[in-house]
């Protein structure tokens, strides 16, 4: 009986480190995103205030946000 216990045990804190690296590989590409979209904000924000605001970029930003819902 104790065994089986063991067995459970190990078998969920096998599970609950699959899921720990699946969360480390999400927020990994959330930070890449959001160096991403700084990068570009700050772009954008240079385009803006030198008068030559492209709207291309919030398109930009459009399909990387389907992107980011799609893939969930």
């Known amino acids: 009986n104790n065994e089986l216990g063991i067995i459970l045990m190990a078998a969920n804190m096998n599970k609950l480190a699959k899921m720990m690296a699946n969360l480390t590989h999400i927020f990994g590409w959330i930070e890449k995103l ?3 979209f700084q ?14 605001y492209v709207p291309a970029s919030l398109c930009c930003l459009s399909m990387m946000a389907i992107i980011l819902v799609v893939r969930r």
């Open 39 to 52: 990068r570009k904000w700050k772009m954008r924000l240079s385009l803006f205030i030198g008068g030559t």
């Open 34 to 36: 959001s160096r991403i």
